[in-house]
């Protein structure tokens, strides 16, 4: 049967605490976690949103969809002042990867016929139409009230007025 040790030898059997050089990476480790969330917590939302607007643009400019895509949902989240140009980059987006249902429900919402809504997606429909191979009266009725609608938001779109002299003719 074994003895249970005395206090003192017990004592004695104590590591040494580590050195103090062990206990650097920890420290750093540390502080580098305090860094990083204070720079995280102290973006500038502006600035952010601004960095999410270029990329998306630059992405539908070179073709890169779905990074487009991505992009263009950050900038959503960024608020109400926003949102039109998220989602007529997202409509874009979605339309060069194909996916012309949800293109088509997204121009829906900010391009109606109904009501001026958001000027480069009214005046993009309008292209689009203009650009099909044979239209109808309907049609020709269609592209007019889109460019009515950008004319509303942007009075002075020399585009808009181009293109609708030359429907009138």
Known sequence: MKS????AAAEE??????????????????LFCVALGFSIGHQDPS????????????????????TALVAALRL????????????????LAHQGLGQTSDASNLFEMIAPLDKPVYAPAHLFVARSLIARASRSRQTEDLIVAQLRNVLILD???????????????
């Open 155 to 169: 009075p002075d779109s020399v585009e808009a007025k181009e293109l609708l002299s030359r429907l009138k003719k």
């Open 47 to 66: 600035a952010l949103s601004l960095h999410y607007r270029d990329i998306a643009q630059k992405a539908l400019d070179q073709k890169d969809y779905p």
């Open 4 to 7: 249970q040790p005395s206090p």
């Open 13 to 30: 059997q104590k590591c040494p605490p580590p050195p103090a050089w062990l206990k650097l990476p920890a420290v750093l480790a540390i």
């Open 76 to 91: 959503l989240s960024f608020g109400e002042s926003f949102r039109n140009e998220s989602l007529f980059k997202l409509a």
